[in-house]
């Protein structure tokens, strides 16, 4: 997970971040969201010490590019490191957070390099689709992820872990079975042998000595209470 550190500059914000922007990156969002708020025109990210940054630390990203698009600000990446840098190209997303006025900490476009081997440039454009699919997806898994989260009293990493494990253990897409646990709380229901690898991964995943409950059917939150069809 990474941490960060602000510093006010002007009417924005510098927040210099380091670590790793993976899922647990999203428990930053709280107060990236108030900082946003404070500051007059958005916020400047420094991401040069970043380590280690996938999809779910985009995705985090975007979201917080999203919310300063709804305040009318602006969130830019004034530097980054090589995994940041990285995924950026991979997925298309580096013009989303370009700074019109590009500092001098943010290092010019490099020359174009040699087109890569064949092999090597099949392997690229397999990475690029699979990290593409899943920014469309994550959305839906996220969704699904707190589903279970509220029906089964989870912690947001122990309903990855379900979801993870139910996906491998039924030979399921990820974002297949994301669709079809969202669609529980529409009232459909889940096929049985998901519904027995689902128990048993919610089961594994609760702390030792208190029960898991048992979705055998479409559980959905309400509230404080739990029902299922």
Same mark, same amino acid.
């Given at each position: ?18 670590? &790793?922007?993976?899922?647990?990156? /999203?428990?930053? +969002? ?14 400047? +990210?420094?991401?040069? !010490? ?7 630390? +985009?995705?985090?990203? @975007?979201?917080?590019?999203? /919310? ?5 600000? %602006?969130?830019?990446?004034?530097? /980054?490191?090589?995994?940041? &840098? ?26 174009? !390099? !040699?087109?890569?081997?064949? &092999? ?10 699979? $990290?593409? /699919?899943?920014? =469309? %997806?994550?959305?839906?898994?996220? $969704? ?9 009293? +989870?912690?947001?990493? !122990?309903?990855?872990?379900? @979801?993870?494990?139910?996906?491998? *253990?039924? *030979? ?22 998901? =519904?027995? =690898? ?11 000595? &208190? ?12 509230? *404080?209470?739990? %029902?299922?069809?």
């Amino acid at each position: 997970m990474a941490t960060m550190e602000v510093a006010p500059d002007g009417d924005r914000m510098t927040v210099t971040m380091w670590g &790793e922007l993976d899922l647990g990156s /999203r428990r930053l +969002l709280p107060e990236l969201y108030d900082l946003l708020t404070l500051s007059g025109t958005g916020l400047d +990210l420094c991401l040069d !010490a970043v380590g280690f940054c996938d999809c779910a630390g +985009l995705n985090a990203l @975007l979201d917080l590019r999203t /919310r300063a698009a709804d305040e009318g600000k %602006t969130v830019t990446v004034r530097s /980054r490191g090589v995994a940041v &840098e990285r995924l950026l190209d991979l997925t298309g997303t580096r013009e989303l957070f370009a700074d019109s006025g590009r500092p001098e900490s943010t290092p010019p476009p490099a020359a174009p !390099a !040699a087109d890569p081997p064949e &092999e090597d440039g099949q392997d690229l454009r397999a990475e690029v689709t699979q $990290l593409r /699919r899943a920014l =469309q %997806t994550r959305p839906t898994i996220d $969704l699904a992820r707190g589903i279970l989260m509220a029906s089964f009293s +989870l912690s947001p990493e !122990a309903a990855w872990s379900v @979801l993870v494990r139910t996906s491998q *253990n039924t *030979n399921t897409k990820l974002h297949h079975l994301a669709q079809d646990l969202v669609g529980t709380v529409r009232g459909t229901t889940l096929p049985e042998q998901v =519904q027995q =690898q689902l128990a048993a991964a919610v089961a594994g995943a609760s702390r030792p000595g &208190e029960p898991a409950a048992s979705p055998t059917g479409a559980a959905v939150a309400d509230g *404080n209470r739990t %029902t299922e069809d």
